[in-house]
């Protein structure tokens, strides 16, 4: 079947274009705004692992290698899109619009860090692996009731195929031809469960067949091909196409998370091909004429600062407030929860 | 309690099934942002047409046959239920909402807490549950308890008709997502005035079904007529029995339980379901934790054996009988 | 994708063979092993709707229209193979040596009917939907470990394709290559919803693309093709090729169960051109010179008196045992469930 | 009660997840039918090591890395326990065992019923559980009493090295499934001598860990730990506490309660579960049914609140601690 989905590419390892059509949709400020945010998550990511080591935050399961995936897909919505997100999607996250502190937030255990900006459509990380489809499915079922044109996009792993919600999710958005995206992530583990062992289907685009839904594998760590394919996909969906399943080829270049010792499963030299997404596109610029050095290095210099600054507002953020375990549960919390709060907190005080 | 603001004089002899399906109409009709969902609940009307007519009223994307699949009915649901609809999701019986039960642990009752309240996901899961009209293997579950141990979700168990209509009305009205579980054994079995207008009954307040004296008899669903026939039949022999029908197992009336059985000093607990790891446990504790020193004799339980709901040759034997209720009762009065 | 999963057939409605080259498949001995396999499982499906109308048996689901699928699936089978069938099934089950009788008591409420005959690997009748696929890959997954050439072969609808358990039982067979005959029998409609609204899949043979396994779609009223391709696959699984997954199309004649009423949600019109799959096979009979008037009208007296017999031996088969309720839960039941069944067998007895 | 036949003198210094390792080890050196299957349990050895070193020592036909499937997992266990083999099922967390809800309640725990015996499925699921490890969230739950209103299954959860690996090796010898929760709190927490040999702890039976007279504390798992620490501040002020580990859940030990209540006729129950619907109900039922003559107070409980387990910030407050405990305590005293 991988007849009926070759990979597509628009740039090449060395950053080379493969198809000349396509320039005249790589224009200067898409190819900025994609350096941008991928440098950006770069930066965050870099900085949560380093957090994570020096016990400021939790557990924390790097994106890193999936950068052009992320941002590529997130920056192809439009304002009032919904995302429906992974525990590895902070990057999409983040370039969507969810808000930085917040983010750190998560990882050091807070429930404030699922809470979006106003108006911004993003849900919580979904913790349970592929449960997030049907929502995505659901939602966007919602706006083509409203007769809106909004969208959602559902992100999601490898791993996440062999779920029964992947399936049931899928099923349902091809049935009542949703406007979703399913934007897979095929970093080619699940921990440390290589793709061969999850599926035994050559792709994950295949899988769409199975749907009567468009299905298409793309080179996910170059950034324009992500870009340019996912807004595809949108745009079919925003004008009554239905679901699309795109699957991002791409790599975990490190650990499934902070806790994982990837060493015990993968071999040294398996990903040592890979080109790393961002030096892909550094090398288009370069070969473009896109490339600022001086500007380049503000930037990084701009990142940096607002990482540490939203380091420092999720460290300096109000200690946790036990009252908010109690308050949240229900819009208005049961008698019988209220008396258990009550003793609680005279407990505390005591 | 009863909530309304409109007409409620005007009534009509309807059945639990009848009620259930009135309640989804008024809503429907109430407000348009309601869906009703479900596999068989279109065209067909529900296989126990509790959807009757409805979808020809409302048309098809507003009560909607889904694919089989119930993972996927709530997994939707909670998608249509953070953009802004209302939906009556459907499980065709409740030994198949096992399917579901990862989506509605993980995400229907935690969404609200795990957003500080930013999203929410108001719904109501209909789920026809019980045993006792012959259904095959699977279908006569009754799992109450499985989903009282769910913080977040609301477990709603209406046993008559007017309950039922206003039960479901206040469970589509409510902020949070809400289980409500239908007796099957009760759908078709008796007919009371429902009016014909929209009204509540308040969920988490249960319902003094008959005053007595001597001992406390604590039920919901499909048990509360088996035990008003126990009861007449105890009564016969001079013991006063009162009877309260909880209707809403979660959150729970500790309140009217405890005035019940801090008056007559004995209890005796009644439902379908096994009895190890049962909704009745919780009652007991409740007591325990309430009325203490009031009791005169432990807390009796009248529940299903610790075994599968049977096949239907035996299902008889499974559950609660009047007698069963009767030597409980007879225990409690004896100790 | 139809193009890829094209119907096969071997006859066609007039009982005409489109193919010359199966000629030398179709032996004497199977036409008419067929043929009695496919007569007796429909006097026996008659008989069991008909006792339903009588209330001698509880609410029966027909597979009126479905003896084709049922039986050519079934007779492929060897004696040593497993079977994992829905709650539709019992002509399946029937035809590969469940005890009639037994099947009654199945349908009249008695868990003895679940018990097959000692040898026969008949899995009682799945009722939640899909379930017993993932138990179809373990069991042929054991027989691989075991190094034995059998397999197993689950029977399910075209609605259990929608279920998380079709999706993940497909997919383990896949991945670990089980000895696997995934059945469908497509009869268009789960309870009163029809296929298009099941799914947006044109078949259901195109869902096999998402596991990388053989997919073929049948014309499951033509009892040869069902025989002849069942038997290819289960050969393909023997010699270690793996699951495959047959879509059966075919029709449910009546209603969903005896509870059921079709004319809710279904025309008239609907159906009315599908060939009943006994006729079909006995006008291929006429045509090619199979046909016996008389031997045929032995067989179905013959018939008539096996299923009367096994109605009375059903009908006098002693009353079912409370006990029983309590013995079977655990190989040894624990003592609180002896004093739960002692306090009520005493109960009983006064 | 320990049963064994063979050396149990030669001992090793182990932790609680050193113990799970060695019985696996143990049952896949003794039968070869045993397998071991799971999310990351092969090349891995498990997310918490449980299974380091099988997949080497044992091949990966008998240890294996499956897809991410639960309800995958445990349905293929079905047919592989059914034809034969005993399969030793992982659910990497607790948490992520409710996509095999539909296939433990409806298959795993009913077969043997269903068949009368002719088909059985004996396997073992294993399942880490429990909050205070500041694992992501779902990781965290604690979900028994979701599986002891499970007629078919046992559900086991051992508390120490030495019971972990007795436990799990009957657990894998029992003729019927057994839900094996494991305290990921305890997995590194202590050690204890635990012999290298195979040996089995009985099923269903608590254990008195520490005898005392004035209060019974009853809990299981994660907690016993919590209620020793508790303990010695406790008897500090001079009450005398005996602390029972239930090992078992379901069958409950009811006679080793009913022995401890009545003589000591104050009882406390502490699990981490949610308190409503938790397994801490049935306790208390046992109690009010065996011993209610013999209460001198009501049973306390102290367990989690009703509300989803938090996230990591936060968890400890959700978590019963030794000083809620000492708080409850008191107040059985004192009542
Ligand atoms: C239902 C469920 N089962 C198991 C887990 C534990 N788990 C967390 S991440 C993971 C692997 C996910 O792999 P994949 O979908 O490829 O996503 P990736 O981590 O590679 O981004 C597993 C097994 C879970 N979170 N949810
Ligand atoms: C998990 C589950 N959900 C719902 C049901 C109720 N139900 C019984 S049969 C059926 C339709 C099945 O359709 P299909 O798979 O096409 O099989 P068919 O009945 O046509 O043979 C439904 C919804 C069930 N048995 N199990
Ligand atoms: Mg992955
Ligand atoms: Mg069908």
Known sequence: ?????????????????????????????????????MYRIRTFDLKAKSLQR???????????????????????????????????DHGAMLTFGANMMRTFLYWNGRVEGCVPPEGK???????????????????????????????????????????????????FASVFQTP??????????????????????????????????PGVRIDGNDCFVVYLETKKAIERARNGGGPTLIEAVTWRTGAHTTADDPTKYRNKEQ???????????????????????????????????????????????????????????????????????????????? | MVISTKNLTETKSMTVIQAINDGMRVM???????LVLGEDVGKNGGVFRATDGLQERFGDDRV???????????????????????????????????????????????????????????????????AGVRAPEIHSDSAEALFTHMPGLKVVCPSSPFDAKGLLIASVKDPDPVLFMEPMRNYRASREEVPVDSYSVEIGKGKLVKEG???????????????????????????????????????????????????????VVVHEAQGTGGFGNDVVTSINDTSFLYLKAPVERVTGFDIPVPFSALEDHYLPTPKRVQEAVEKAMNF
Chains 1, 3 share one sequence.
């Open chain 2, 213 to 267: 004296n001597d001992v406390s008899i604590i039920t919901w669903g499909a048990m509360v007529p088996v035990v008003e026939n126990a009861v007449q039949q105890i009564e016969n022999n001079g013991v006063s029995c009162e009877i309260i029908d909880l209707r809403t197992l979660y959150p729970l009336d500790q309140d009217i339980i405890a005035q019940s059985v801090e008056k007559t000093q004995r209890a």
């Open chain 2, 64 to 130: 909607i046959d889904t694919p089989l699949s119930e993972s996927g009915i709530v997994g939707t649901s909670v998608g249509l239920a953070v953009n802004g609809f209302k939906p009556i999701a459907e499980m065709q019986f409740m030994g198949f909402i096992y399917p579901a039960y990862d989506q509605i642990m993980t995400h229907v009752s935690r969404i609200r807490m795990r957003t500080m309240g930013h999203f929410s996901v108001p719904m109501v899961i209909r789920a026809p549950y019980g």
């Open chain 1, 54 to 88: 020096q016990g400021r935050i939790g557990t924390y399961p790097p994106f890193e290698g999936q950068e052009a995936a992320q941002v590529g897909s997130a920056l192809a919505l439009g304002d009032d899109d919904w995302m429906f997100p992974t525990y590895r």
């Open chain 2, 28 to 34: 429907l009709e109430a407000d348009n942002t309601t």
């Open chain 1, 271 to 350: 990903g040592a091909d890979v080109v790393d997404p961002i030096v892909r596109l550094e090398r288009f610029m370069k070969n473009n004429g896109y490339w600022d050095e001086k500007k380049t290095n503000s930037i990084h210099e701009e990142l940096k600062v607002e990482v540490e600054q939203a380091v420092e507002a999720m460290e300096s953020y109000p200690k946790a407030n036990v009252e908010d375990l109690f308050d949240h549960v229900y819009a208005n919390p049961p008698e019988q929860l209220l008396r258990q709060k009550e003793l609680y907190m005279e407990q505390l005080r005591r």
């Open chain 1, 180 to 213: 979703t995206i399913f934007f897979n992530q095929n970093n080619q583990y699940a921990i440390s469960v290589p793709i061969d062992r999850q599926m035994n289907s050559e792709t994950i685009a295949q899988k769409s067949v199975s749907y009567g839904i």
């Open chain 1, 1 to 37: 079947m991988t007849g009926h989905f070759p990979m597509r590419q628009i740039i090449d390892d060395h950053g080379n274009l493969l198809d000349e059509s396509y320039k005249k949709d790589l224009n200067e400020e898409l190819v900025h705004r994609l350096y941008f945010h």
């Open chain 1, 121 to 171: 459509k993003i849900f919580p990380a979904a913790v349970p692996i592929a449960t997030q489809l049907p929502h995505a499915a659901g939602a966007a079922w919602a706006e083509k009731k409203k007769g809106t044109k909004n969208i959602s996009i559902a992100y999601f792993g490898d791993g996440a195929t062999s779920e029964g919600d992947f399936h049931e999710g899928m099923n």
